[in-house]
């Protein structure tokens, strides 16, 4: 039921004011989400057709909260709004549009290790050395520049550019045609190509603007110069756009996200109102205070007034240990204590900069029997044998993904080495043939090694007949006679040295069986393209979906958005956070600041922040040097603690306090 008297008078006032351009910039914890949630459900109680709302969010994840809050809030017409993030609003605009577009009605979508792919294959094909320039690198440039509307990258004059630009120049137009021939799209398309046919379709752009006529956006401050323009066009006139954000808590600039988006509202959306929001419901006042004063550091910004009506708390928890052993098992300890105070597991939350921290923490949760849930990798879909399985099942629905094919091909060995695929690869070429359909014609192509036409013939027969099985359906049963026809558990178990690696790596293809499993009994219609879809979209959150849950392990740009009772800010050591420069990339020191800003208010009650003297690197152990962070934070709002004082469970000094009021009461009560 929606209470209005639940909210604060400005949050009141945001919820209310229904027309119009609308920004709410605001801190952490001060109920920007909260408001987007009441102000959706207002909505749907003054009357708005549930169909004509949309509301955005960062991740799927937080889609699906938004959803059941609204839902909760004003009933059943909540389960008819919109709520997506921009890219699966774009995958929803561009499947309806598909014809348009020039897509089948279930194109595939190239996840991030299908572009890297892409890009090094262009790259040779543009004879350069994937060992001399990062691919990773060269599709960041690619990326940006989709996101900037560009079609065409032009290289800086010589000496000015690096190589870089001039290599990504290249590969952008090759990388492009080759997308639009495997009839697929990127993830930057999912915004891309819905603008550009918004900005060249004005009857288009008529019917979008009539349905979506509430738009609401919430983390505005991350939204990119390509998401800024999908927002304009759908917005057109009218304007009813209400975002919210929090410039200090802006993350994702290395991504391309602009922060001067929010700085800007009412430039781009010219007669906005804006409302502050001061109050911050989520930390104790310590936590608060370390936050506020951390964040104060950074010069540009707008500055804010963060306060909390709730009580002092505890002081954060400053924790040096020696080495990060003893940090994962100090944590581990700390959970397994206050467990036993009666807290569950879904209460704690270990965050970390970098995701090459969370390894001795998992190791410890295992050890410790402590159930456990990694958002954000290793990255499960990074994983060679997930990349395997996905491949085999995605050339099963488009026969034109030219890199899934190539991925599997000879996955396992069958014969078709790098030769044979080379040939095939140059007789399509010409012919424009996607490949699948150039190996059909095998007995054409000359100069193919001995065998291998027969072998190619086998691979095209086994495709055919899976393809034609998802078709039919049930899609779950397919996927596991694949599995078993191609015999995937054994070469996945041969691939490596220990029998543990081994079934770990088929425990992850069991998990995404049981996660296709799952989504055909949710799903009325299932089809494995869609499932596909989604994966891809979600896999964009690197969430596992074969993980249960338990413990919260994410680093700090997954856990925007969310709140924990209990967390531990682990690895707060210089080149940790602040981060040294990624790939080449120099640092973001304002950044790195507002991710240790946004780590701390995820806390609600607890916070520990926890550092090493010394971490192994490459089998070497480095010392370390406390977080500059640490400095910040204020005298009185925290504490250093030893970690051996901590350990000491708390029952032992009741236990011990009571015994010597026992003895005392023995010996007065004898007096
Ligand atoms: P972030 O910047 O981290 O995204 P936010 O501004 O979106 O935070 P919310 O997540 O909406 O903040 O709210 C933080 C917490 O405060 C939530 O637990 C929410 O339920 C609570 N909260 C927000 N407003 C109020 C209120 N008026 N009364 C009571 N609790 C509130
Ligand atoms: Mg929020």
Redesign the pocket.
């Known amino acids: 039921m929606l209470d209005l008297s ?3 008078p400005p ?1 009141r006032e945001a919820v209310m004011t229904t027309e119009g351009p609308l920004l709410v910039l ?12 009441h102000r959706v459900a207002y909505l749907l109680v003054q009357g708005v057709d549930p169909e004509q709302v949309l509301a955005v969010t960062f991740t799927n994840k937080a889609a699906g909260e938004m959803r059941e809050r609204v839902a909760a809030l004003a009933g059943p017409p909540g389960v008819d709004v919109f709520v997506s993030t921009f890219h699966s609003f774009g995958l929803w605009l561009l499947q309806q549009e598909h014809e348009a577009a020039g897509l089948p009605r279930r194109f595939a979508i190239c996840d991030a290790g299908d572009q890297l792919a892409l890009v090094k294959r262009c790259m040779r094909e543009v004879s350069v050395d994937d060992r001399k320039f990062d691919a990773h690198r060269v599709l960041s440039l690619l990326s940006r520049a989709k996101n900037a509307g560009k079609k065409r990258i032009v290289p800086r004059e010589a000496g000015q550019g690096d190589d870089y630009d001039l290599v990504a120049a290249e590969v952008y137009p090759r990388y492009e045609k080759a997308l639009r021939a495997m009839r697929s799209v990127d993830f930057d398309d999912l915004i891309a190509r819905p603008v550009a046919m918004l900005a060249h379709d004005p009857a288009l752009r008529a019917r979008c603007q009539e349905r979506f006529r509430y738009l609401l956006v ?2 505005y401050q991350d939204t990119n110069a390509a998401q800024l323009e999908l927002l304009k066009l759908l917005a057109g006139e009218r304007r009813n756009v209400c975002a ?3 410039d200090d ?1 802006a993350i994702y600039g290395w991504r391309g996200a602009e922060v001067k988006n929010i700085l800007r509202f009412e430039r781009h959306f010219p007669g906005a109102k804006e409302v502050r ?1 001061e ?4 930390s104790t006042g310590h936590i608060l205070a370390c936050a506020n004063a951390v964040i104060a550091k950074n010069a540009a910004r707008k500055a804010k007034a963060l306060f909390t009506a709730g009580e002092a708390g505890e002081p954060v928890r400053v924790v040096a240990m020696s080495e990060e052993e003893d940090e994962a098992r100090f944590v581990a300890e700390e959970i397994a204590r206050q467990r036993g105070e009666g807290r569950p597991w879904s209460h704690f939350a270990v965050l970390f900069r970098l995701n090459a921290l969370s390894r001795p923490f998992e190791e410890a949760f295992r050890e410790g029997s402590m159930p456990y849930k990694v958002h954000g990798g290793p990255a499960f879909f990074d994983r060679s044998e997930v990349r395997d399985l996905l491949a085999y099942l995605k050339l099963c629905v488009q026969p034109e993904d030219d890199v899934s094919l190539s991925r599997v091909v000879n996955v396992p060995p069958r014969g078709i080495g790098d030769t044979s695929m080379e040939r095939v690869h140059d007789w399509a070429i010409p012919r424009k043939l996607h490949l699948l359909e150039a190996m059909r014609r095998a007995a054409e192509i000359p100069d193919l090694p001995r065998g291998a036409a027969e072998k190619i013939g086998a691979f095209v027969a086994l495709v055919d007949r899976f393809q034609a099985r998802f078709r039919e359906g049930p899609v779950s049963e397919a996927a596991r006679a694949l599995v078993a026809e191609v015999d995937l558990f054994s070469h996945v178990r041969a691939g490596v040295q220990s029998l543990e690696a081994g079934s770990r790596r088929v425990d992850a293809l069991e998990g995404l069986l049981r996660s296709l499993d799952g989504y055909v009994q949710r799903t009325a219609r299932p089809s494995l393209a869609t499932w596909l879809q989604r994966l891809a979209l979600d896999s964009r959150e690197e969430e596992d979906p074969s993980g249960e849950g338990g413990i919260t392990l994410m680093t700090l740009h997954a856990a ?4 924990f009772p209990v967390v531990f800010l682990v690895g707060v050591e210089e080149d940790y956070l602040p981060c040294a420069g990624i790939q080449g990339e120099a640092r973001d020191l304002d950044e790195e600041r507002r991710l240790a800003y ?1 780590g701390i ?2 806390a ?1 009650e607890r916070l520990y922040l926890t550092r090493v003297a010394a971490r192994s690197k490459r089998g070497k152990l480095l010392p370390r040097t406390p977080s500059r962070f640490l400095d910040d934070l204020p005298p009185a709002a925290h504490e250093k603690v030893d970690p051996a004082a901590l350990a000491a469970p708390p029952q032992d000094v009741a236990a011990h306090t009571e015994s010597v009021m026992a003895a005392l009461r023995a010996r007065l009560g004898g007096r």
Not at 26 to 37: D, L
């Open positions: 639940t909210l604060n949050q605001a801190g952490a914890g001060s109920g920007k989400t909260r408001v987007i949630a919430d983390e919210v954000g929090d808590q929001l109050q911050n419901y989520r925007k958005g969310l709140e946004v208010t995820r609600r």
